[in-house]
């Protein structure tokens, strides 16, 4: 009777455990496709959001009208630059680097040595959107559907930052959709804080 509770315990154990990673993964995925419903459907955002925005930004004084008082809006965009991903040790920029090219296309890398895809930047206010293109001539991952992936809906998106950029990846999309399959590719490599290089 000991071993049956024994092995009863231990069986429970290990599917309580499975479920859990399970739970987090829906759970990332999940998010990762309410993020791009927000690109879908811009004006579903809520207003604490749109609050939350607002005081971020900081005033900051304009030299000609300290006199009066006159304040602007602080509005960093990001430049034309190379960008080294914060707290990654890549002298080669092999992977954990984007060239940020806001007309023709950058290559950007979301597994060392097998998977690269070309994408392309376009500003949208203060962030600049990131779409996919195609996949890179030094791709070879030949298993995920490339063709299939939406070139029409943003994958990332990156936010300027007093030190550089932050990049938030939202995934690849088929027919406007989440590709739920392929949505984490990439996140890894690429999302996270960067500075200029």
């Known amino acids: 009777m000991k071993n049956f509770l024994l092995i009863f315990s231990f069986v429970f154990l290990l599917v ?6 399970e739970n987090n993964e829906v759970e990332d995925i999940r998010l990762t496709e309410q993020e791009m419903d927000s ?3 811009p004006n579903s955002r809520s207003q604490s959001s749109v609050s939350n925005e607002d005081e971020e930004r900081e005033p900051i004084e ?3 009208n300290a006199e009066t008082g006159d304040y602007e809006t602080e509005t960093t965009r990001i430049s034309n630059d190379r960008y080294v991903k ?3 040790s890549d002298p080669d920029c092999s992977c954990y680097c984007i060239d940020v090219v806001t007309s023709g296309q950058s290559e950007l890398c ?3 040595d097998e998977m690269y895809i070309n994408a ?3 500003q949208s206010g203060n962030t600049t959107l990131v779409y996919y293109i195609e996949p890179s ?3 070879t991952n030949e298993d995920i559907p490339w063709e299939d992936f939406d070139t029409n809906t943003p994958i990332a998106e990156i936010t300027p930052t ?5 990049l938030d990846w939202k995934g690849f999309s088929i027919d406007g959709e989440l590709a739920v399959d392929y949505a984490i590719y990439g996140k890894k490599t690429l999302e996270g804080a960067y500075k200029k290089q």
């Open 62 to 64: 304009n030299s000609d």
């Open 16 to 21: 309580s455990c499975k479920n859990q990673e």
């Open 137 to 139: 001539a030094k791709n």
């Open 86 to 88: 914060v707290g990654e």
């Open 120 to 122: 392309r930047f376009s």
């Open 39 to 41: 690109y879908e459907n």
């Open 110 to 112: 979301l597994k060392d």
């Open 162 to 166: 007093a030190e550089g950029m932050e």
